[in-house]
């Protein structure tokens, strides 16, 4: 088949989108492509919204020191409830790393249900799951590697300037050279861009092109790299148009969608807003106080505010979510022989009917003639 090139495959991911979703329209799809949108987080690369929440700072300079010695020392919070407080942040934050880890694995295996799923234009998640688990598997390890490399270098790329920053004493000495922590803050910044960009790229890849080859050819990430780079060996210009594109497209998706998640949000939890509002100045009121189970109440509160904007972000996203695999899957399947075959099934042959059995005439045995007289 003809190689698509970036600019191509925009056109044909966007027919492809329409005819998956709008017709017809089926709310279970659309329900269950929110939940692999955001198990995979198409929804945060994609178009999701990331809100900046206003927040007050203390204009008196004695009322900026240590926010947790605040915490532990102010007159009405009780030595009970600062320990309730600590326990709830201990435990929160075993419960994020936990669910950090077990959302990375889901959305490893996910990554090619989404996947059949633009394919077939069909999603079945208990089928796909029994299907995909081994691959997913496999790209979950790409990912704790890929995570972990990504540490790693910023720890090196950002520690050995402030090291060696820290052993000249520049950070703690006010009349240090100014000239040298200027040029080196450009070089750093400029460093730390350049590294950025390059993990930007890495993952792009490793979703978009190595995933398919996993999922194609049974291969472990190591290998499905090395077929990568030598199917792009030729072709390194298209590939970087496509990155080129698909940023632009980011930035597109990400403004329109953002816009209207954050109406949608808003229109959402303005009523739930006014309701809290009402049951805090209440609360007051009635002389109730900051104690564990007001705590807990209000922690519940916040998780059920944000688990409805993750489903609503999930939801008007949808469209994002089949677009952006769809057009990678249309770029990279006019380069990869084995993706174009999936996405474009050889039609049945039709059976051929038997030949019709002749069966032999009957034949008759001659009448027989008079009996012979004697």
Sequence with gaps: MPQLSAIDAVSIALEHTKRQLFRPFRWGQWLRLALLGFMTGELSRRGGCSGNFPTSFPTNPQDQQGGADQLLSAPHLEPQMAAHIMLLAGVASLVICVFALAWMYVGSVYRFILIESIITKKVNLLAGWQKWHATGRRFFLWRLVYQFAIGFFAVILIGIPLGIAAVLGWLKDPHAPMLPLVFGGIILFFLLL???LGAAVVWLLGQDFVAPIMALENLDFADSWSRLFAM????????????????????????????????????????????????????????????????????????????????????????????????????????????????????PVPAVPPPPVVEPPTVHPPPLGPAPIT
Excluded: E, Q
């Excluded at 229109?267 to 007051?284: E, H, R, S």
């Excluded at 952006?324 to 993706?339: D, N, V």
């Design 194 to 196: 350049i590294f950025l």
């Design 232 to 347: 792009m060996k030729n072709d390194k210009g298209s590939y970087a148009g496509y990155a080129g594109m698909k940023i632009v497209l980011a930035i597109a998706a990400g403004i329109l969608f953002g816009i209207l998640i954050f109406f949608a949000i808003l229109a959402v939890l303005m009523p739930i807003g006014g309701f809290g509002l009402v049951a805090v100045l209440t609360g007051k009121a009635a002389g109730l106080t900051w104690n564990p189970v007001t705590v807990t109440l209000a922690v519940l509160a916040g998780t059920f505010a944000f688990a409805l904007i993750m489903f609503l972000s999930s939801m008007l996203s949808v469209p994002a979510t089949v677009n952006f695999p769809a057009y990678s899957i249309y770029f990279f399947a006019a380069r990869y022989p084995k993706l174009a075959a999936w996405l474009y099934p050889a039609p």
